[in-house]
């Protein structure tokens, strides 16, 4: 999977599959524009991994729930590096909250970070992709596109609402040659999975094929392979890694 000398942005990249989605993209050959919200130490951490790779970093701050900001983020990926090839959207919000908890405001912030932030991000994004080399998109959605998760309404909502928005781009920007496809992660091992009682942790790996979470390097993976000329005639799709769970 090669990528020598494309330029990617990443966003959401100070920790977690951000973070691991940018250090593969470097490790292939890609410059890589670090997007990041609150955690600056996190994005200086993964800027620098980047450049162990021997690529080009930008560490750039947004919040991806205001439309301005996100134009203005493609902007100065634009003004550094006078283009665009490759676009992750990962940055994301995922509370975990019941229906009868969740308030009007925490709905609107979910979908206005997790659906609206990539919408505006890929609309800034397409006058740079169309004069890209073999540009293409990846959309960070999730299993409970199919299954509803654990994570609330608000949360489910905005991930299925990607899958659409993956597959109405795919549809209107391949002609432009402009490739894009969504991949829907399950249990990966985290923070959070770990933060889990030890029963309901057993539980959901006895529920997937594999018994086993996932891990951030495998979901880079496919993310990377994605963007990479191996996929070149694959667009519109949402890959799931999920170690066969949604099957259940």
Not at 59 to 76: G, I, N, T
């Amino acid at each position: 999977m090669e990528l020598n000398g494309k330029r990617a942005l990443v966003t959401g990249a100070s920790k977690g599959l951000g973070a691991a989605v940018a250090r593969r993209l470097a490790e292939a050959g890609a410059d890589v524009a670090v997007h990041y919200h609150r955690d600056l130490p996190g994005a200086a951490q993964t800027a620098e991994a980047v450049r162990a790779a021997g690529r080009r970093a930008l560490l750039l701050a947004a919040d991806l729930s205001r439309p301005k900001e996100a134009e203005e983020l493609v902007a100065h990926v634009a003004d550094a590096w006078s283009g665009l090839d490759l676009l992750v959207n990962n940055a994301g919000v995922a509370p975990v909250r019941p229906w009868e908890q969740i308030e009007a405001a925490e709905w609107t912030e979910v979908l206005a970070t997790n659906l609206s932030g990539p919408f505006h991000v890929m609309r800034a994004a397409l006058p740079l992709l169309r004069a890209g080399r073999e540009p293409a998109v990846v959309n960070v959605g999730s299993v409970v596109s199919f299954n509803g998760g654990a994570f609330g309404p608000a949360y489910a909502a905005a991930k299925a609402g990607l899958v659409g928005l993956t597959r109405s781009a795919a549809r209107e920007w391949g002609p432009l040659g402009i490739r894009v496809n969504c991949v829907a992660p399950g249990p990966i091992e985290s923070p959070l999975a770990r933060a889990l009682p030890a029963p309901a942790l057993e539980a959901m790996k006895a529920q997937t094929p594999l018994r086993r979470l996932g891990t951030f390097a495998e979901v880079a993976e496919v993310v990377c392979w994605l963007l990479s000329p191996a996929a070149a005639y694959v667009t519109g799709q949402t890959v799931v890694v999920d170690g066969g769970r949604v099957m259940n």
